[in-house]
Structures are given as structure tokens and as C-alpha cells.
């Protein structure tokens, strides 16, 4: 087995034990031959853009994949967070929902809150790095909890943000919104198509 299996078998399954669809899985991968390759293919989307497009042109580099796929990619941010270990070189930290260790629908609620608000759910704040490279960085922080000034913590990003500019974006993210069972089952199959690439 190879390592791009073992890690691609972690995501399968901790998308089950986190309340997800099973995922169905095979080993196959072949291990890039040094760091620069394993990205080198498909680099990234930057989180710190609030352009549609960018999300777009990232998933073109997968042949089959549609705004419905990538929307309910994006809805694993529901678990998980972003370590304050990390924040000094992303300058991002926080969960995207309250509960970060199941996949719900959640994140597009809160998405859709956002919609519903006119953009007033979630703020920008501004964060500097202060290790190199220094991202200067603007995340999001949901505003809606605050009690006495202080935050509940939660926190998007520009890419998130993203979802709710675009209007088929928004049509996809209110329809998950509404509809977990039907987020759970196109999530299923937008992220066993994924693993299937390098196969």
C-alpha cells in the first residue's frame, strides 16, 4: 500500500466515522517521487479569494466535476477546524461549525444565514502572520454569538464566502441547507469520484 493510499483511506474513512456515507475505496496510488511533485499537478485553490472562478478552475483540472460537486465538497469543512498551531503561517484558525467532528449540513446553514443576513452573519477581520511568508490574510468571524463583545469562534473563509457570491453557488448551497440527506448523498459520490483520480 502506498502512502497516497493510506492517506486517501484516512479521508474515506473518517468521513463514515464522522457520521458521513460510507465511502468506497481501493488502493491503486502511486507516491510522488518528491514534495514538489505531489503538488506540482494540481496546485491548491487560495482560500483568501473570494472569487467563484477560482474554485471553478481549480475543479476543471478534474474532468466531470460540476458546481454541485464542488459545492458539496466544500461542505467538509464542517469538520474539523483550523489549529491556532497553524495560524502564525496561514493566519487562519477556528471551526466552521459547532460541531467539527460530524459532517452535517450545518456549514451551509450558516452559509445560508449569511445569504439571508445580506453579508452581515460573517465579518472580516484582517490577520497578519507573523512568520514567513507573512500572509496578510482576512477571515471571516461569525458575529451572530456574541455575547458582551465576545465571539463564538466560529469562522469562514474568503473561499467559503465564495458560495454565497455566485448565484448558482447559492442556489446549491440553500438547497443543502434545507436538505441534509441529499448533501450526505451528493457528498458520497463527489468525494469517491475524487479519490478515484491517480487510479
Keep these: 500500500i502506498s502512502r497516497a493510499d493510506l492517506v486517501s483511506f484516512a479521508g474515506a474513512v473518517a468521513v463514515s466515522n464522522y457520521g458521513g456515507n460510507e465511502i468506497k475505496w481501493r488502493p491503486g496510488r502511486v507516491d510522488a517521487v518528491s514534495a514538489a511533485d505531489a503538488g506540482a499537478a494540481f496546485p491548491a485553490p487560495t482560500s483568501s479569494s473570494e472569487d467563484p472562478n477560482i474554485l471553478r478552475s481549480f475543479f476543471n483540472n478534474y474532468p466531470g466535476f460540476n ?4 459545492v458539496a465538497l466544500m461542505g467538509s469543512h464542517n469538520m474539523g477546524e483550523n489549529c491556532f498551531c497553524h495560524f502564525n503561517k496561514s493566519g487562519f484558525n477556528g471551526p466552521w461549525s459547532l460541531n467539527p467532528y460530524y459532517l452535517t449540513n450545518e456549514y451551509f446553514q450558516r452559509l445560508n444565514n449569511q445569504i439571508q443576513s445580506n453579508g452581515r452573519v460573517y465579518q472580516p477581520i484582517t490577520n497578519v502572520t507573523l512568520t514567513p511568508p507573512f500572509h496578510d490574510n482576512t477571515r471571516y468571524v461569525d458575529t451572530s454569538g456574541q455575547n458582551n463583545g465576545q465571539s463564538n469562534g466560529l469562522i469562514m473563509l474568503p ?13 446549491l448551497v440553500q438547497m443543502f441547507a434545507q436538505n441534509q440527506d441529499q448533501f450526505q448523498l451528493h457528498f458520497q459520490s463527489a468525494f469517491q469520484e475524487l479519490l478515484e483520480y491517480g487510479l
Design 67 to 70: 458546481d454541485k460537486d464542488i
Design 159 to 171: 473561499a467559503d464566502i465564495a458560495l454565497t457570491l455566485d448565484g448558482n453557488f447559492k442556489q
